[in-house]
Antibody
Framework: EVQLVESGGGLVQPGGSLRLSCAASGFTFSSYEMNWVRQAPGKGLEWVSYISSSGSTIYYADSVKGRFTISRDNAKNSLYLQMNSLRAEDTAVYYC??????????????WGQGTLVTVSS | SYVLTQPPSVSVAPGKTARITCGGNNIGSKSVHWYQQKPGQAPVLVIYYDSDRPSGIPERFSGSNSGNTATLTISRVEAGDEADYYCQVWDSSSYVFGTGTKVTVL
């Protein structure tokens, strides 16, 4: 059974940093591209960042570019999101999502339960 | 950047058909994927590549995509289908979600 379990969320002050983790199990993690997707309270889904299976290709949403860093450790079956210079508008539930890539257009076939990040003084 | 527009809400009686649209410029040239999200839960994939269903998703869920509009159709709606629904495409090295539609079962 595919499982994605996020951790590391919490309350942080504006300008602060936080590192999210996603532990993957039930599939060959090193073979899959991965993403972070977030959802502000009462709002819709917003894609945050993508990383290829090897980690060699990375994309970010404009809203987080230069502040967030995605990474992975295939030996530990783990995905990470380092978030710096946090702003109030970064407050959201952050989901880890497995990517089903392909030439026909990628999508997310499995999601974690999410971890809440609250940026407030 | 690419924009996907959905109606904020759709209401439907049990047993009837709900249609949720997703509008985008020439969206018919892209693959559209749909997610269902119930309150307090993570999204679940219900349709991928316009009209394919993952295993475990009822046949009542179907999709189509042409021109400037993609549509998710839920036939024989049940109370358990009440949720938010989001469309999603890939465009210019970015994943784009629709604005979301709340489906209410009357």
């Amino acid at each position: 059974e595919v499982q994605l379990v996020e951790s590391g969320g919490g309350l942080v002050q504006p300008g602060g940093s936080l590192r999210l983790s996603c532990a993957a199990s039930g599939f060959t993690f090193s073979s899959y591209e991965m993403n972070w997707v977030r959802q502000a309270p009462g709002k819709g889904l917003e894609w945050v960042s993508y990383i290829s299976s090897s980690g060699s290709t990375i994309y970010y949403a404009d809203s987080v570019k230069g502040r967030f860093t995605i990474s992975r450790d295939n030996a530990k079956n783990s995905l990470y999101l380092q978030m710096n210079s946090l702003r109030a508008e970064d407050t959201a539930v952050y989901y880890c999502a497995r990517d089903r890539g392909g030439l026909r257009g990628p999508f997310f076939d499995y999601w974690g339960q999410g971890t809440l990040v609250t940026v407030s003084s | 950047s690419y924009v996907l527009t959905q109606p904020p809400s759709v209401s439907v009686a049990p047993g009837k058909t709900a249609r949720i649209t997703c509008g985008g410029n020439n969206i018919g040239s892209k693959s559209v994927h749909w997610y269902q999200q119930k309150p307090g839960q993570a999204p679940v994939l219900v349709i991928y590549y316009d009209s394919d269903r993952p295993s475990g998703i009822p046949e009542r869920f179907s999709g189509s995509n042409s021109g400037n509009t993609a549509t998710l159709t839920i036939s024989r709606v049940e109370a358990g289908d009440e949720a938010d629904y989001y469309c999603q495409v890939w465009d210019s090295s970015s994943y784009v979600f629709g604005t979301g539609t709340k489906v209410t079962v009357l």
